[in-house]
């Protein structure tokens, strides 16, 4: 089986520490956690010519992304999409599956865990806050042991990947603990579908939401959520405020052949997810997610041989970005804009109470292995410059080595 990273025939080289393609044109390192690379036949897909969005050819596009995206979620619930960010699918799936009142349990080990409960708070939940210490996983025993001492609780939000320190909770453990309460599950996979495994069926997840822009190797602009018939029942009694984000309306437009949107959609997003969607599924999941944890070890053995530490617990780390501590004495944003300025490669920072404190390095959608060790051996140098002793090739040496060893 070929990888979906083969399938354009980009072949890339190094030019210095940046990446150049075969057609000259110089780009930065992308290794953020999102937006993520775009494969070449994606970005083509993007510029053409503009469609009439009531068109039957719009429509049919829509609809084989979605029968598409259906297999990525391992579904066969209805994939409901929205032109919105990650952000706004959150939104859609809270406000059409509750009411105010509502007793809602937020397990949270970080920002996005936070998001969810905040935004249910804004449209009148009655959130529970569980916090797990950043760097550690949502245990399932606690999900279970709060939704035993809070009664009613209507449904449980959770992050599958947290982005923000670099953690992946157990979705399945989870939704076993959840399921015979009756509470729906509601999961936010914007950073980990077509990365990591979710079975939305086979676990029995109610709403599931990602976005384009990670895993899904497309631009930022379009959310989807894989909405169960549970949920679907929800929605119908749900009296939380909506006008756009309305799967009633939604669901209303979508047909197996041809489906649309009740507003205007993003066309070019829909037209690059065709391209993505289709590479992903003639790839494979199996094959996809070990992608992702390849490059995932390859990037913690680089880092480990550096002299650094990983901010989460080894098992608990996430497959689409790793988290790693700034040495003392280390600027955070002197160390980013050194390796943005001086090599072309772009890290991400810490968020929220993990400013200066962390680094992150996103691995995930089209980011390919020269990536990987292209950015260690610039992340050697620039430490170097900053006063952090390291070994000289040690980071790409080990990477590579795990990269062989596959």
């Not at 719009?58 to 579904?75: K, M, N, Y």
């Not at 449209?123 to 399932?140: E, K, L, R």
């Not at 990670?214 to 939380?240: D, H, I, N, Y």
């Amino acid at each position: 089986m070929r990888s979906c990273y083969e399938v354009d025939n980009l072949s890339t080289q190094r030019d210095g520490d940046e990446i150049v393609s075969t057609g000259g044109a110089r780009e930065v390192n992308l290794l953020i956690p999102g937006p993520t690379p775009l494969p070449p036949d994606v970005r083509a897909a993007m510029a053409g010519p503009m469609v009439n969005h009531r068109g039957e050819e719009f429509g049919q596009v829509l609809a084989e992304v979605l029968r598409g995206l259906q297999q990525i979620f391992q579904t066969t619930a209805p994939v409901v999409p929205f032109a919105a960010s990650g952000t706004g699918g959150l939104e859609a799936a809270i406000v059409n599956v509750l009411s105010p009142g509502d007793r809602v349990l937020a397990p949270s080990c970080g920002m996005f865990g936070d998001r969810f409960g905040a935004i249910a708070k804004a449209f009148g939940a009655d959130v529970i806050s569980q916090q797990a210490p950043w760097g550690t996983a949502v245990d399932p025993a606690a999900v279970a042991e709060a939704l035993s001492r809070h009664r009613g609780v209507a449904a449980v939000l959770l992050t599958h990947n947290e982005t923000s320190t670099g953690v992946a909770n157990p979705v399945q453990a989870i939704a076993e603990v959840v399921r015979p309460t009756g509470a729906l599950l509601l999961v936010d996979a914007v950073s980990s579908l077509a990365a990591l495994d979710l079975r939305t069926d086979a676990w029995g997840v109610d709403v599931v939401v990602s976005g384009s822009q990670k895993a899904l190797m497309a631009p930022p602009g379009a959310v989807f959520l894989a909405v169960s018939a549970r949920a679907q029942e929800a929605a119908r009694s749900a009296r939380m405020p909506k006008a756009y984000f309305s799967f009633e309306r939604a669901l209303a437009e979508l047909a197996p052949q041809v489906a649309f949107t009740p507003f205007t959609p993003a066309i070019p997003v829909i037209s690059a997810l065709q391209v993505s969607v289709r590479m992903i599924l003639r790839e494979g999941l199996p094959s996809r997610f070990a992608h992702h944890h390849r490059l995932a070890q390859a990037t913690r053995r680089g880092i480990m041989a550096l002299g650094l530490e990983l901010f989460c617990d080894p098992s608990c780390a996430s497959d689409t970005v790793t988290a790693v501590r700034l040495p003392q004495r280390i600027d955070g944003k002197a160390l980013l804009r050194r390796l943005r300025q001086d090599h072309g490669v772009a890290l991400a920072g810490g968020q929220g109470k993990l400013e200066g404190v962390i680094f992150r390095i996103g691995h995930m959608g089209y980011v390919q292995e020269s990536q990987i060790l292209s950015a260690l051996e610039a992340l050697e140098h620039v430490l170097a410059q900053l006063g952090h002793p390291v070994k000289r090739g040690a980071a790409v040496e080990a990477a590579a080595a795990g990269l062989r060893a596959r």
